[in-house]
């Protein structure tokens, strides 16, 4: 499929996921505000090659792009037409797996260059994809840019029972504790992980964040988690609220 890849294809592409978020609703990320500039690297992604997104991420940041707008509007942008073929059929698990690792690719050579000490180190954040779950590309977004904010970051990874959460909470002591889910079926997991915080007596010493693709601000209230974060940036600024309350 990748080798088919035509060069008009792109802006048929974005135009099919844009509609197709208009629809469904379930696919977030901004990427409606994605323009020409960044066209090749959102290519690059959806072609799974890892050396041309590196380059290309290193170009546009010697070209004086904002780095978060290259990760916004380039590689998450890239990443979301690749949901869509995936939805679709038109695209398989391997291939989705090499857009991913081109996506990290281009995370990782713009990683140094994220401007870091906005705000002075605030606190611990643990962090986790819920049990079940073995996604983590949003969420090592999510923890990037929390530490590009100041935050000292606990990523536990993926498929992380409560027993864990729990773990890491005694261990760490965070100010935060953050969870992230991509599949309906895992959802239910943040719920089961914040009952068993409160029955642990933890529940009054941290503020718990959930986010990731199928999760709504009305879910985050249902399960009783004190915030939802939409996408990266939106989840640092509500870390930083909820500390300042
Ligand atoms: Co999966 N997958 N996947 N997948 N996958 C989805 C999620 C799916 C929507 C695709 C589809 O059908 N359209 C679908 C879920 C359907 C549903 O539940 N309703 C799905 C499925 C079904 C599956 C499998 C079951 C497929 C199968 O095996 N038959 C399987 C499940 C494996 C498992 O977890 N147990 C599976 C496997 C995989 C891969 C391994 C191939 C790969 C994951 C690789 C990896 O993560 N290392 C993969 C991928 C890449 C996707 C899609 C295509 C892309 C996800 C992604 O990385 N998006 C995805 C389709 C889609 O979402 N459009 C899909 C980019 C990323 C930057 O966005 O993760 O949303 P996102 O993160 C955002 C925000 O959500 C937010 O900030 C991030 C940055 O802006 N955010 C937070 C995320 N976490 C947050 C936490 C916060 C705050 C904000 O606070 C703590």
Avoid: W
Wanted: glycine share 10%; net charge negative.
């Amino acid at each position: 499929m990748n080798a088919h890849f035509a060069g008009m294809e792109i802006a048929q592409l974005i135009k099919r996921t844009t509609l197709s978020m208009e629809q469904s609703n379930t696919i977030k990320g901004g990427f409606i505000r994605v323009m020409g500039k960044f066209d090749e690297i959102q290519k690059a992604v959806f072609e799974g090659n890892v050396e041309r997104v590196k380059n290309l991420a290193e170009t546009l940041v010697a070209a004086g792009e904002d780095p978060l707008a290259i990760i916004d509007d380039g590689l998450i942008a890239g990443m979301n037409i690749v949901g869509t073929r995936f939805k679709e059929g038109e695209m398989f698990v391997p291939e989705v797996m090499m857009s991913a690792s081109a996506m990290n690719a281009g995370v990782d050579a713009i990683r140094p260059l994220v401007k870091s000490g906005e705000i002075q180190s605030a606190g611990v954040i643990v962090i986790g994809t819920v049990k079940g779950d073995l996604h983590d590309i949003g969420k090592n977004l999510v923890c990037m840019i929390l530490r590009s904010a100041g935050f000292e970051v606990v990523d536990l990874g993926v498929d992380i029972s409560s027993e864990k959460f729990i773990d890491a909470i005694n261990k760490h002591n965070p100010k935060i504790v953050g969870m992230s889910a991509l599949l309906t079926t895992t959802m239910p997991a943040m719920k089961e992980t914040i009952d068993t915080i409160a029955e642990m007596g933890l529940r009054n010493k941290i503020k718990i964040i959930v986010g990731g693709a199928p999760v709504s601000r009305e879910f985050a209230e249902q399960i009783g988690a004190d915030g939802y974060g939409d996408d990266a940036i939106s989840a640092r600024d509500l870390c930083i609220n909820l500390l300042n309350k």
